[in-house]
């Protein structure tokens, strides 16, 4: 999570970063986690993300948060429930989308947005 929040801070420029271990609220989705929470990032981005996006109330990019993976890890659907189900329970409301932080032994970061339930795609 470091690895990812520092990448965020000084290479895309976020504000207000801050790592938080949010319990699991079904474990049978996580069976590695020994201490039954995961680690996620949260943060302000300098600009939109995306052209979709909304403003905050005072005119800046709205929090996002960010998952911090390995490249190797293996994700399915439980999974990803498991993870919007547990920042839900968290902070009171599961958020709409959440960025994936796969990182390398390299440094190497690469970000996918990951969705919660079906998006409309834009028309070009």
């Given amino acids: 999570a470091y690895r990812v929040k520092q990448n965020l801070d000084l290479h895309h420029l976020w504000t207000d970063l801050s790592i938080h271990r949010v319990n699991v609220v079904s474990p049978e989705s996580f069976p590695v986690l020994d201490d039954g929470q995961i680690v996620l990032v949260l943060g302000r981005p300098p600009d939109k993300l995306y052209s ?64 919660w ?3 409309r795609p834009r028309k070009n």
């Fill in 117 to 119: 339930g079906l998006i």
């Fill in 52 to 115: 979709t996006d909304s403003y905050d109330e005072d005119g800046s990019p709205i929090d996002e948060w960010v998952l911090p993976v390995r490249t190797e890890a293996k994700w399915s659907l439980k999974r990803w429930v498991g993870v919007f189900e547990s920042i839900a329970a968290y902070q009171g409301l599961a958020p709409d989308r959440i960025l994936m932080a796969m990182y390398t032994e390299d440094s190497t970061v690469v970000y996918y947005f990951v969705h």
